[in-house]
Nanobody, 123 residues
Framework: QVQLVESGGGSVQAGGSLRLSCAASGLSFGVYTLGWFRQAPEKERSFVASIALSGFGDRYVDSVKGRFGISANNAANTVDLYMDNLKPEDTAVYYC????????????????WGQGTQVIVFS
């Protein structure tokens, strides 16, 4: 059973940076995509970024391109989300997720989820 535990997050002023980390356990050998989603109040959960556990094939939603970076450590089974130049509209609960589909970026394709970590960006 895949388990995901997020850490990081918090409150930061607009323009600042944060790093989110996700530790995965229970991953079987094979192709896994690890991703980050976010959910703002009264909004649906949406895709932010994803990467293959091998560390290749990173993908981003357009609104974070050039500001966010995702990296995976295959040996440690961790995935980090680096967030720079944060904006108030980035405020949300961020979730780590795992999929057995290569290149997945739809929530329905991710079968394991973390508990979420709050990010607040104030102006």
């Amino acid at each position: 059973q895949v388990q995901l535990v997020e850490s990081g997050g918090g409150s930061v002023q607009a323009g600042g940076s944060l790093r989110l980390s996700c530790a995965a356990s229970g991953l079987s050998f094979g192709v896994y995509t690890l991703g980050w989603f976010r959910q703002a109040p009264e909004k649906e959960r949406s895709f932010v970024a994803s990467i293959a556990l091998s560390g290749f094939g990173d993908r981003y939603v357009d609104s974070v391109k050039g500001r966010f970076g995702i990296s995976a450590n295959n040996a440690a089974n961790t995935v980090d989300l680096y967030m720079d130049n944060l904006k108030p509209e980035d405020t949300a609960v961020y979730y780590c997720a795992a999929s057995r589909f290569a290149g997945a970026n739809r929530a329905v394709d991710f079968e394991a989820w973390g508990q979420g970590t709050q990010v607040i960006v104030f102006s």
